[in-house]
């Protein structure tokens, strides 16, 4: 299937740094994550992953974009969906011009490849979010979401999917249930622990699996983040 290529300048891509700079000890992070999640999927099928964070202003979709590059990185066919239908994030990283997005292909308005662009990096695709509906939680609890979630898995050899911050809407709660797995991102010097354990049984109640937490620690002078598996 062909993809139309992204325009060559992008907004905020410094903050891409596993595609920057992949030499990096950050970069050597995500590049963790993803082998730890590879690890776990060879009992289970974990193709789809879902991002969320307790609160705004977590991290939650940088953390989901070098994610996504880094699997893309391994020759995985990966796609980026901005599943954020309030505050859709993903196109200030990845300036790929404007397409339908996910909201095109759940009103049968755009095709899959209509609707997808092809990022800078070899193997990344990436999904927007399209025009912002009145009523995201009714849109994300369709039907017709879940058989667009299924031409999709049938295409990438992984998904990961941006969402709304857990504690705010009911988007990503829905959204856990329509993916394999789900990752929390915690941002340290910012959310309270009551919250971070609110959001945590929250996903463990909606997730088909809750993998564990990505802390990213905002206070150090260069963005560091590491990785806490599921006990």
Request: hydrophobic share 40%.
């Amino acid at each position: 299937m062909k993809r139309r290529k992204a325009r060559e300048t992008q907004r905020d891509d410094h903050k891409l740094i596993v595609q920057n700079k992949p030499l990096s000890p950050l970069s050597e992070q995500f590049r963790m994550i993803v082998e730890n999640i590879e690890l776990m999927s060879i009992d289970d099928k974990l193709k789809s992953i879902l991002i969320t964070s307790a609160d705004p202003s977590s991290g939650k979709s940088i953390i989901s974009s070098n994610l996504a590059i880094a699997f893309a990185q391994k020759g995985k066919k990966t796609l980026l969906i901005d599943g954020d239908l309030r505050k859709p994030t993903i196109h200030k990283y990845f300036r790929n011009g404007v397409s339908l997005g996910l909201m095109g292909l759940v009103k049968k308005e755009s095709t899959i490849e209509g609707a997808i662009f092809e990022s800078a990096t070899p193997n990344l695709f990436i999904l927007q979010a399209g025009i912002i509906p009145v009523n995201p939680a009714a849109i994300l609890a369709s039907d017709r979401l879940k058989e667009v979630l299924a031409e999709l898995d049938a295409e990438f050899d992984h998904i990961i999917v941006d969402t709304p911050p857990i504690l705010a809407v009911a988007d990503a709660q829905i959204l856990a249930g329509m993916t394999d797995t789900s990752v929390l991102i915690i941002r340290n010097d910012y959310t309270v622990t009551d919250r971070a354990r609110k959001a945590s049984e929250r996903l463990e109640q909606s997730s088909k699996l809750f993998l564990g937490a990505i802390f990213n620690n905002q206070q150090q002078k260069q963005d560091y983040y590491y990785y806490q598996e599921r006990e």
